[in-house]
């Protein structure tokens, strides 16, 4: 049996996670020289400016502090791309729990250093993160410790379901949410939420094209796992997904577009001259979509687009 979090758990993580992260800011794209006409129906969720500098936060917050201490008392341990790893190594100093973050050899060295800045103990497992994830997970049973999916838990799923209560509650009109997707646990929460709270709204997936996981998944009509990954997107990089997060993605996305790495690159570098935001490539994903045409906006149509990580891959 799947577990999939509803509203009603979205709302609860909301609440349990307020005092940790910021409600990060909506702001409006317009007025743009480039691209005005894009950018006058363009929202953008500035989750690159939360706690730690990705979304990750609120799901790694909500999963951590939904536990029962007793499942904590030996620490937690996680695998990552980077990102929920920094959120989990965040969320055991908020908490005062020891955290381990199993990381692929490619996770970018400022990664490792804001790691260990916030205590948290590094082990570098193979190239990518399934890899990593395989360690992760012997090393949560060898050890007794409490393991935190970045993208399949519940809880994680819930978590990041909060960005959408907070769009929706200061832009209800919004006819469109486009949304990165790695694994699915960002995509998976923001959908039930959303849709929960405005059923006609339309979700619109992003992967890379060398990293198309889910979009594969959903053409194969099951979850797949990828023979190889070709993107510098190493956050939006699993080989496969999780059936819950399929399960989800399945029934409320409308469709996933893919993007080049050049094309997110691009997209981070309008976001730093335009919007003043450092991106990652995975950050600017959304926004790569809309401004390569990947997705056609509608005349009219209010769109969304979540900037879910900050870095320096626009800058420069």
């Not at 979090?5 to 800011?25: F, L, N, S």
């Amino acid at each position: 049996m799947i577990l999939t979090p509803g509203i009603d758990e979205v709302r609860a993580a909301a609440e349990r996670i307020r005092p940790y992260v910021r409600q990060t800011p909506l702001l409006r794209a317009a007025p743009t020289k480039e691209r005005p006409e894009l950018a006058r129906g363009l929202r953008l969720k500035l989750e690159a400016l939360q706690v730690t500098g990705s979304f990750k936060a609120r799901g790694a917050i909500n999963a951590l502090f939904a536990a029962p201490a007793d499942r904590l008392r030996r620490g937690v341990v996680t695998a990552s791309g980077g990102n929920h790893g920094l959120a989990v190594a965040y969320a055991g100093w908020a908490a005062e729990v020891p955290a381990t973050i199993f990381l692929p050899r490619s996770v970018a060295a400022e990664k490792i250093a804001k790691l260990d800045a916030w205590g948290a103990r590094v082990v570098m497992a193979g190239e990518v993160w399934d890899d990593s994830n395989r360690g992760a997970l012997q090393h949560a049973e060898s050890e007794g410790l409490a393991y935190i999916h970045p993208f399949a838990d519940p809880e994680v799923i819930a978590g990041q379901g909060t960005i959408a209560l907070e769009i929706l509650e200061e832009a209800p009109d919004l006819d469109t949410l486009v949304v990165a997707i790695g694994g699915g646990g960002l995509i998976s929460g923001i959908a039930i939420a959303a849709k929960a709270l405005k059923p006609g709204i339309r979700i619109v997936g992003v992967e890379p094209v060398g990293a198309p996981t889910l979009h594969d998944s959903l053409r194969a009509g099951r979850v797949v796992e990828l023979t190889s990954l070709e993107t510098a997107a190493v956050t939006l990089a699993p080989r496969r997904s999780e059936p819950v997060n399929f399960a989800i993605v399945r029934e409320t996305v409308e469709r996933i577009v893919l993007v080049e790495d050049a094309e997110m690159r691009s997209a981070a570098r309008w976001l730093w001259r335009e919007i003043g935001i450092a991106a990652e490539l995975s950050g600017a994903a959304a926004v790569a979509a809309l401004l390569s045409g990947r997705y056609q906006m509608m005349a009219g149509e209010r769109i969304c687009a979540i900037v879910c990580g900050a870095g320096t891959d626009g800058i420069g």
